[in-house]
Every structure is written in C-alpha cells, then in structure tokens.
C-alpha cells in the first residue's frame, strides 16, 4: 500500500508556486556555491576525498571487526551499547531507557536516523514528550511536519512562515520576520528545555573504533547543551557511522562542513569518550537494513556517506521538487538510493527523480557512485516489477517500434503528421513532455528520407 | 540469539570478501602558509574575534575593559581569579545558567578553520563553553597548528572523556539562510592570543 504521492506527483504541487520554487533552487545553489569556494581553497581537495573513500572503503570490508572493537572499547570507557536489528528495536530500546529512570521528557538533537526509525512518533503514543532543539529541526516539529532537507530541515520554509509559526506556539510578536528576533525566541524558550530534561538524545556523525569514543558535530551547540546538563545521554548510529582510528578524523571533519555549508568546520565538533561521573552514555547501534545493503555489491557504496546534504544542494531536481517530495526521511540523490533498500515497493519512484547529469557524484565527499547507483536502481525496480504500468506498457511499445524498421518508418510519419495536422493532440497536457516548454515544430521529412535523397550513392545515382 | 549476534553474523556473511587497504594520511596538510596569519583571518571570517596579549594581567585588563563585570564571570585559569570564580568545577552543572563570560584555556588551535581543542583536564565543567552567554578562550601562539592532521597528531593517544573543537560562537542559518550568532552557545567568542 502507498501512502505518499509519487515523488513526480508531489513535485507537481511544489512546482505551482513557481516564486517560491525558484527561490528554492537558488537558495540551495547559493550554497553548493559555498562549498566550491570552500573546496577551492584547499589545493588538496580532491586527494582528501579520494582518501576519505579509500577510508570508507576500508570500512565497509572490515565493519565485523571494527564493531566489535568499538563495542569493547566504548564498553572499558563506561559506555552501555545496544544493539537495534530494526526500527521498532530501536525505539523500544530508547523507550526502555525512558522508563528505566522514571523519565517522560526528552530533548533531541539532530539524528537522521531517529527521523529514520519515527522515533518521535513512537514516543509520543507513549506518553513522552519529544523536543527537537535544533532550531530548523525545532521549527518543522511545530508545524508537524518532517525535515525537508538533512542539513538544513527547514529550507522550504519562508522567514514569514517561521514567524506564524512563532506567534502560535512561542507567542511572538505577530508579523515580526526578523531572523535574529525569531532565533533569540527560541534560544530562550529552549534554554528552559535544556535546563529541565533529564535525558538527552543526539545523533552521531562518527565512530572511532580505536577508542570507542562518539564524535557529534553541530552549529548550534544544542546537542552539547543537551548532553551536558542531562543525567542521561542517548546517542543512536547506524552501523556504518564506523571509523577505524582517531587519525582519520582529520579528513572526515575538513570535508564534512566544507561539503555541507561551505564553513571550514562546524562550530563544535564533540568527542564524547566516557560519561561524566555517575552519569550515563548510552549508544544504540542500528541495523535497521543496512547489513542487506551491505551485501548488494552494486549498491553497498551508499553506505560510505556521511550525511554532509552536498548532493541534495547540487541537485536539479532536488532544488526545484523540495525534499518532502520524496517522501524518505532522506531525500534527494542519496536518499534515493538508500530508500529503495528500505522499502522497494514504496520507494520504487525515486531511483527516476533523476535527471542522472552526475552532479551528485562530483561534489560527494567520500565518493559514493550516486548518479550510477540511480540508473542501476531502475534496472533492479523495473527486473522487480516495480515499474509504473503506464511506463511498461510505453517501454515494450518503444521496444517494438525500434526494432522493426517498417513500423519505426510509419510510425515516424505518423507523428510527423499528427504533429503538423493536429498539434492539440501532443499538445496537452496528457503529455509530460509538454509540461513547462513548447512541443518543436515537426520536420518535413525523417533523417532516412532525406538521406536516401541526398546520401551518397543516390548522389552518385543522381550525377550519372 | 540476540540482536548483537545476528547483526554482527549478517554484516560478517554480507561485507566484501577482502579487506580494503586504509589508505595513508601522512601526504596531507603538508601545503605551507603563515598559521598565525590564517588562524586570523579564518576566525573572523566565521564570526569570531581575537586580541593579541602578553600575559594574563593583559586578558584581565582586556576583560574589564569590554565585558560586564558586574555579571557572573568563570574561569579554570587560576591567574584570573581577580575578575572571575574558581571554585564552580563541583556545582550542579545547571547552577551554571547565569553566567556571562567563561574563560578558559586551549590545549592549541587550527589555522585552517580556527578550531580549538579542549578538554574537561581545561574545561571545569563538559558544559561551561556551552552555556555561557560569550566565550573566551587563551591559546599560545607557539601552538597554532596548520590543519586538522597535525591537530590529531597532537591529540594522537590523548585522555579525556570529552573534548571539543570550538570555531567560532554558536551560530544558526535555519531561518531562510540568514546567518544568526548566538543560536544555543556562546554568542560570542574571543580568543586571547598570548605570546
């Protein structure tokens, strides 16, 4: 069953405010801008992806180990791991710990992977009270709605919008769309959550097996505020957030920021190694269908990313579709390769939310084949039977129009045709391709009956 | 069998069959440049900003001069007890709220993004640099590093139970990609940077 619209469908609706779409797909250019004069600046740019691939890569042939590692290592530091195999897992897990101390508020900072799981859903039907602190994250929560882009989670999202939403739940002023009034109104309503929760819960952007330390990169500050005013912190990763060494930090945080926003790094990038004293770390560990992944040879790449949203900003498609389009809790080019494994039949649409033009591929920072892993997607999902019908039907239509000169001939002449002598029949909007440009005027004859009138031999014919 | 077992059985069955070599990292951040100069320019192209001192009776002339004194002021460095409270390290962290300025030191800065490294051996207290309302961190000029590879190959076997690389004050672009101070942390942030 399909709950969502298709990601086609869905962008046909973001498209009708065509002001706010193009004010979408420049902000979104603005700042893929940033990250090429970030990226500009360092002459060993691209040395420094192809090293961080080569660390991912190294990764995910060794994961068993490095897991293992971490497990005994974050276990001597303190720590108390779990282990999730899905979703539902996951969020018992959170909840258990939730209840273990008595405790039915919670404050949240920014975790992909708990957008992943619906962790906040799953809280609320039990009675706990979920507050996102990242104020993007902060924002969309009021309005009940889901992040539209990793990094940036309100970025479809106009300043005249924040401050309605503002007004309704913060109480401020009504019509005030100063950026700085509207931020400083949530520093202080959030401060009082950050001073009055007992449990706080971030994500985690790397894993150091060496050590078994988690490292938690933000802008804002609101996962440290959280994490160092609550008696409990949870920390949720997936499996392949893994790396082997301290060391390699160094090349994951000069290009996380650096691909994300264009900074030269966030503001805080925490290492957190062992509880404060009586206190507690715990960190989940996921599955939730990443070791099937793993095993698909063509696709296992996808896991090497590192959540930067570099691919999202540079995407055409992206830009102008909005990222509730595609209805993953990842969007974009990379959320389009992941979601598919999640769910095949649900997510069977976005591998064609695509122009395929490899963008994606050229700014990812670790490398991932995106763009080729998209047209490998519609391969599997059409093998499948996972394809529209609609689609099917035209593919096996083409099939047999390309492969019989005869009919491929007619055919030609019969658009042709149709094209000078009834135009209102392509000319609709029945026909995608008419959507948003001009159907080209037909020409007078095929490439074939020109040549056969001015190809060689008949020129050859002609002279003698 | 439990979750840990099955999942760790499917990644073993389901990783690639060899093991991938780690590539190494010792040809990077080799690039030259004047680390002080950059470490400037840097810090405050992001928002942050410096002053250049001699010793600590220069920060606390420093701090007097452009804070508000009058306000709660915390430090971990033992040479600025005049101007600010050294006896807050044991306190419930969220005693913490009021306070305007905490100084402290760092072990030594990033010139390629102005990051500098603490940790609780410096800190007092995990969220002292978080809560306050503006930051101020000392940092030797001596130890100014050029990226983030000698900055690890400083910290290489370093103990701690957390640290952090700070660059900048807090910051937020959440609302329509409009840059705003101040977002959670520090609104500000100075760094003293002593000969």
Request: proline share 4%; charged share 25%.
């Given at each position: 069953m399909k709950n969502n619209l298709e990601h086609s469908e869905a962008a046909a609706i973001f498209n009708k405010d065509v002001k706010r779409v193009d004010w979408h797909d420049e902000t979104l250019w603005f700042v893929r801008e940033k990250r090429d004069k970030a990226a500009h600046q360092i002459p060993e740019w691209e040395l420094l992806r192809e090293t961080a691939s080569q660390i991912k890569n190294n990764v995910l042939s060794n994961i068993h180990d490095y897991l293992v590692e971490f497990e005994s290592n974050a276990l001597k530091n303190g720590i108390i791991v779990h282990w999730a195999a899905n979703a539902d897992e996951h969020n018992k897990i959170v909840h258990s710990i939730m209840e273990k101390h008595g405790v039915n508020q919670m404050v949240k900072s920014k975790s992909m992977l708990t957008e992943e799981c619906h962790l906040n859903e799953y809280l609320s039907e039990k009675g706990i009270d979920v507050i996102d602190s990242d104020l993007g994250e902060r924002i969309v929560q009021l309005r009940k709605e889901p992040p539209s882009?990793?990094?940036?989670?309100?970025?479809?999202?106009k300043k005249e919008d924040v401050s309605e939403t503002f007004h309704e739940h913060?109480?401020?002023?009504?019509?005030?769309?100063?950026p700085q009034y509207l931020t400083e109104a949530a520093r202080l309503h959030l401060r009082d959550t950050f001073l009055t929760r007992k449990v706080a819960l971030t994500g985690v952007n790397f894993a150091i097996a060496e050590t078994g330390e988690i490292v938690v990169c933000t802008n804002e500050g609101n996962a440290d505020m959280g994490a160092h005013l609550a008696d409990v912190h949870i920390a949720c990763m997936g499996f392949e957030k893994i790396i082997p060494q301290r060391k390699h930090l160094s090349v994951f945080l000069r290009l996380l920021a650096r691909s994300a926003?264009?900074?030269?790094?966030?503001?805080f990038s925490s290492h957190f190694k062992k509880p404060r004293d009586g206190k507690e770390i715990h960190i989940v560990i996921v599955d939730n269908g990443r070791s099937n992944q793993l095993g698909r040879e063509d696709f296992r790449?996808?896991?090497?990313?590192?959540?930067?949203?570099a691919c999202m900003n540079t995407c055409p498609v992206y830009r102008r579709s909005g990222?509730?389009?595609?209805?993953?809790a990842v969007a974009g080019p990379i959320g389009s390769i992941l979601a598919p494994n999640l769910d095949m039949s649900k997510n069977a649409d976005l591998p064609f939310?695509?122009?395929?033009?490899g963008s994606c591929t050229n700014v990812c920072p670790v490398k991932i084949d995106i763009h080729d892993q998209l047209y490998k997607w519609r391969q599997v999902l059409v093998k499948e039977g996972h394809s529209p019908l609609g689609k099917t039907i035209a593919m096996n239509g083409m099939a047999t129009v390309l492969a019989n000169p005869m009919v491929f001939d007619l055919a030609g002449k019969a658009g042709r045709f149709v094209m000078k002598n009834m135009p209102a029949l392509v000319n609709?909007?029945?026909?995608?391709?008419y959507k948003q440009r001009e159907m080209p005027a037909p020409p007078e004859e095929s490439f074939r009956e020109w040549y056969k009138k001015n190809g060689k031999e008949s020129k050859a014919k002609n002279n003698e | 069998m439990s979750s840990r077992a099955s999942i760790l059985e499917k990644i073993k069955e389901n990783q690639p069959a060899s093991v991938t070599e780690l590539p190494i990292l010792?040809?990077?951040?080799l690039e030259a440049f004047d680390v002080l100069e950059k470490y400037k320019t840097v810090l405050q192209g992001i928002g942050g900003d410096f002053v250049e001192v001699k010793d600590y009776d220069s920060v606390i002339d420093f701090v007097k001069k452009n804070y508000a004194t009058n306000k709660r002021m915390i430090t971990?460095?033992?040479?600025?007890a005049e101007i600010a409270e050294?006896?807050?390290?044991?306190?419930?962290?969220?005693?913490?709220?009021?306070?305007e300025l905490t100084l402290v030191e760092a072990h030594f800065g990033v010139a390629e993004n102005s990051a500098l490294w603490v940790t609780d051996a410096l800190l007092g207290q995990r969220v002292a640099p978080f809560i306050t309302q503006y930051l101020a961190i000392i940092v030797h000029k001596k130890d100014i590093v050029a990226t983030m590879h000698q900055a690890y190959d400083r910290i290489r076997n370093q103990e701690y139970g957390f640290g952090t690389f700070i660059a900048g004050p807090s910051k937020t672009?959440?609302?329509?990609?409009s840059l705003v101070l101040g977002?959670?942390?520090?609104r500000g942030l100075i760094v003293f940077l002593m000969e």
């Amino acid at each position: 069953m399909k709950n969502n619209l298709e990601h086609s469908e869905a962008a046909a609706i973001f498209n009708k405010d065509v002001k706010r779409v193009d004010w979408h797909d420049e902000t979104l250019w603005f700042v893929r801008e940033k990250r090429d004069k970030a990226a500009h600046q360092i002459p060993e740019w691209e040395l420094l992806r192809e090293t961080a691939s080569q660390i991912k890569n190294n990764v995910l042939s060794n994961i068993h180990d490095y897991l293992v590692e971490f497990e005994s290592n974050a276990l001597k530091n303190g720590i108390i791991v779990h282990w999730a195999a899905n979703a539902d897992e996951h969020n018992k897990i959170v909840h258990s710990i939730m209840e273990k101390h008595g405790v039915n508020q919670m404050v949240k900072s920014k975790s992909m992977l708990t957008e992943e799981c619906h962790l906040n859903e799953y809280l609320s039907e039990k009675g706990i009270d979920v507050i996102d602190s990242d104020l993007g994250e902060r924002i969309v929560q009021l309005r009940k709605e889901p992040p539209s882009h990793i990094v940036l989670p309100a970025i479809h999202l106009k300043k005249e919008d924040v401050s309605e939403t503002f007004h309704e739940h913060l109480g401020t002023e009504k019509g005030n769309n100063d950026p700085q009034y509207l931020t400083e109104a949530a520093r202080l309503h959030l401060r009082d959550t950050f001073l009055t929760r007992k449990v706080a819960l971030t994500g985690v952007n790397f894993a150091i097996a060496e050590t078994g330390e988690i490292v938690v990169c933000t802008n804002e500050g609101n996962a440290d505020m959280g994490a160092h005013l609550a008696d409990v912190h949870i920390a949720c990763m997936g499996f392949e957030k893994i790396i082997p060494q301290r060391k390699h930090l160094s090349v994951f945080l000069r290009l996380l920021a650096r691909s994300a926003t264009g900074q030269p790094i966030t503001t805080f990038s925490s290492h957190f190694k062992k509880p404060r004293d009586g206190k507690e770390i715990h960190i989940v560990i996921v599955d939730n269908g990443r070791s099937n992944q793993l095993g698909r040879e063509d696709f296992r790449n996808s896991l090497k990313c590192i959540r930067c949203g570099a691919c999202m900003n540079t995407c055409p498609v992206y830009r102008r579709s909005g990222g509730h389009s595609y209805h993953n809790a990842v969007a974009g080019p990379i959320g389009s390769i992941l979601a598919p494994n999640l769910d095949m039949s649900k997510n069977a649409d976005l591998p064609f939310a695509s122009t395929l033009c490899g963008s994606c591929t050229n700014v990812c920072p670790v490398k991932i084949d995106i763009h080729d892993q998209l047209y490998k997607w519609r391969q599997v999902l059409v093998k499948e039977g996972h394809s529209p019908l609609g689609k099917t039907i035209a593919m096996n239509g083409m099939a047999t129009v390309l492969a019989n000169p005869m009919v491929f001939d007619l055919a030609g002449k019969a658009g042709r045709f149709v094209m000078k002598n009834m135009p209102a029949l392509v000319n609709n909007s029945l026909n995608p391709w008419y959507k948003q440009r001009e159907m080209p005027a037909p020409p007078e004859e095929s490439f074939r009956e020109w040549y056969k009138k001015n190809g060689k031999e008949s020129k050859a014919k002609n002279n003698e | 069998m439990s979750s840990r077992a099955s999942i760790l059985e499917k990644i073993k069955e389901n990783q690639p069959a060899s093991v991938t070599e780690l590539p190494i990292l010792s040809t990077l951040g080799l690039e030259a440049f004047d680390v002080l100069e950059k470490y400037k320019t840097v810090l405050q192209g992001i928002g942050g900003d410096f002053v250049e001192v001699k010793d600590y009776d220069s920060v606390i002339d420093f701090v007097k001069k452009n804070y508000a004194t009058n306000k709660r002021m915390i430090t971990t460095i033992p040479a600025l007890a005049e101007i600010a409270e050294t006896d807050w390290f044991n306190d419930d962290p969220h005693t913490l709220e009021n306070v305007e300025l905490t100084l402290v030191e760092a072990h030594f800065g990033v010139a390629e993004n102005s990051a500098l490294w603490v940790t609780d051996a410096l800190l007092g207290q995990r969220v002292a640099p978080f809560i306050t309302q503006y930051l101020a961190i000392i940092v030797h000029k001596k130890d100014i590093v050029a990226t983030m590879h000698q900055a690890y190959d400083r910290i290489r076997n370093q103990e701690y139970g957390f640290g952090t690389f700070i660059a900048g004050p807090s910051k937020t672009a959440d609302i329509e990609q409009s840059l705003v101070l101040g977002a959670h942390g520090a609104r500000g942030l100075i760094v003293f940077l002593m000969e």
